[in-house]
């Protein structure tokens, strides 16, 4: 969750841009909440416009920059992480990263379509555990954001591993 995307050629976006502007509007919509006028309640559907629009700029600046990293790189096919397993996994987090997640999957689906590259989602415990280089899959590879395969040694990024070992015969993901 610290990363909102991270490509198999290695190129990473932090969620912390995210999350501090998530909290900067949180912010100011509580101290406007404790006014209670009717200037405040306008002003604070005024905030959330504000922050639905920063929040949109700020994904499709993303969904352009994995796009220009698979178009770079002669990438075919684009993996998401299956959006339900996200939901899943973040039980108890706040509406912003599910959010975020579902509006990048749909402007990089719709982007794509004009370079011809496929837009999927993965499952992604069991391609968290699996090792990209030599196939071997067992839970102890990964420990948190990093990955070290018990049998041959590989050692990356979890989340670059996971995306890399999607890669089918002849082809490039991102
Ligand atoms: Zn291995």
Not at 23 to 44: F, M, P, T, V, W
Not at 73 to 102: K, M, P, Q
Not at 127 to 136: E, L, V, Y
Not at 146 to 166: M, P, T, W
Request: with cysteine.
């Amino acid at each position: 969750m610290n990363q909102l995307a991270v490509t198999s050629t290695g190129v990473f976006w932090s969620g912390h841009e995210f999350d501090h502007w998530r909290r900067e509007y949180e912010k100011r919509r509580s101290d406007l909440q404790q006014c209670g006028s009717r200037y405040a309640h306008e002003n604070i559907q005024a905030v959330g416009r504000k922050e639905a629009g920063r929040f949109t700029m700020m994904l499709h600046r993303i969904a352009n920059g994995i796009i220009t990293e698979a178009v770079e790189n002669g990438c075919t096919v684009i993996a998401f992480e299956e959006l339900t397993g996200i939901r899943d996994r973040l039980s108890g987090a706040s509406w912003g990263h599910e959010w975020a997640f579902e509006r990048l999957y749909e402007y990089v689906e719709y982007k794509v379509e004009m370079y011809g590259i496929t837009v999927g989602q993965v499952d992604p415990e069991n391609t968290s555990r699996r090792c990209s280089t030599c196939g071997f899959t067992h839970p102890d590879n990964r420990d948190g954001e990093s990955f070290e395969c018990l049998k041959c040694g590989y050692r990356n990024h979890a989340d670059y591993n996971a995306v890399a070992g999607l890669r089918p015969a002849g082809s490039k993901v991102a």
